[in-house]
């Protein structure tokens, strides 16, 4: 008989565990959503965590409509701006770059990013978009961290963003809308929305394999090591497999959260700064986003978000009823 063939199946534990290769997260799959056209992603900056009190909002706890305590990350989002539309039509491989549109006067920074098109006739740009038959438009947006006092770059970081909702032609108007201009994060998500976090993690550099993949010790009776695997493979197949746990690069690795929750978004720093500033970051001087728990990545990390392509939790018709912020010292005094 024939051997079966098929595709591996089950986890592999994200492997392989090599470093990311830019720290800009990259986002592979938009959901589709109803209401719109509007932005379906943002971007900003890790501040640092806090902890709030809140009237929990989850109606099946046993604590709800009582205050609880519970972690916040904050990130700073200052306000991010539009490069470029760029649309895309359908082929035979998927969804293939159709044309884009450049904006003039855009950051002396940004070409320190990619070399900028120009003398691009706007016009004429847009009457061959017009001419595509085209199936998605996204946006190119950059950040402006020259904004924040706490991230020591001046140099932007882009991205592409896909705006979602409506007909075609209400989404390429929209985005044509905003070429050009500045975008906040209100444009994207409101208090209480459900979101996806997206970042690279803190980097741990080359560890073991006890570290990297949580083997167990081994005994003193075995050839005297502790740290080690028990065995890398047996004598046929002449090679180590790629299930053996074995030393490698730990950490700087891209990492999405679903289903995060939008508790605040505050245009006043002073409302959440901790006094001697955030540990490593400073104070934050633009708009701010609190969000329930963690999110992946070290201080001053890149975070983006986005719209939750498996939404999940309680919808809810309100913002979340924030009593109190932590502005105590993390300075561990």
């Known amino acids: 008989m024939p051997n079966k063939r098929r595709p591996k199946q089950g986890s592999h534990a994200y492997s392989p565990r090599k470093r990311a290769v830019s720290q800009t997260p990259r986002l592979d799959s938009w959901p589709e959503i109803s209401e ?19 009237v929990d909002f989850n109606k099946n706890s046993l604590t709800s409509g009582q205050e609880i305590q519970i972690p916040v990350t904050v990130l700073e989002v200052p306000p991010m701006k539009v490069a470029a539309v760029r649309v895309y039509e359908s082929s035979r ?34 009457s061959e978009l017009s001419k595509k038959d085209i199936e998605d438009v996204r946006v190119l947006t950059y950040t402006q961290p020259k904004m924040l006092t706490g991230v020591p770059k001046k140099v932007p970081d882009l991205m592409e963003t896909r705006v979602g909702g409506g007909s075609v032609a209400q989404r390429l108007e929209y985005a044509k809308g905003l070429l050009g201009k500045e975008i906040t994060v209100t444009e994207f998500a409101k208090d209480g929305a459900i979101i996806d976090v997206s970042a690279v993690t803190k980097g741990k550099g080359f560890q073991g394999a006890v570290k990297r993949w949580g083997v167990k010790l081994l005994s003193h009776k075995n050839s005297k090591h ?51 500033g955030f540990v490593h970051y400073g104070n934050v001087r633009n708009n701010y986003v609190l969000i329930h728990g963690s999110v992946p990545g070290p201080t001053k990390r890149l975070i983006r978000l986005r719209d939750p392509v498996r939404p999940a939790g309680t919808v809810l018709k309100e913002a979340p009823n924030m009593v109190y912020v932590s502005t105590e010292s993390k300075q561990g005094a």
């Open 226 to 276: 502790r740290r080690m695997v028990g065995t890398l493979a047996p004598k046929r197949p002449g090679f180590v497999r790629p299930q053996v746990p074995q030393a490698g690069q730990v950490g700087y690795h891209q990492r999405t959260e679903f289903n995060k929750r939008i508790l605040k978004i505050g245009e006043k720093g002073d409302e959440v700064n901790p006094k001697g």
């Open 93 to 126: 491989y998927g969804l293939r770059t159709a044309g884009e549109v450049w904006a003039s006067g855009l950051d002396q920074n940004l070409a320190r990013r990619l070399p900028i098109p120009k003398n691009q006739d706007v016009e004429k740009a847009w």
């Open 36 to 54: 719109g056209p509007k932005l379906q992603g943002f971007a900003g900056y890790k501040a640092g965590m806090t902890h709030a009190f809140v």
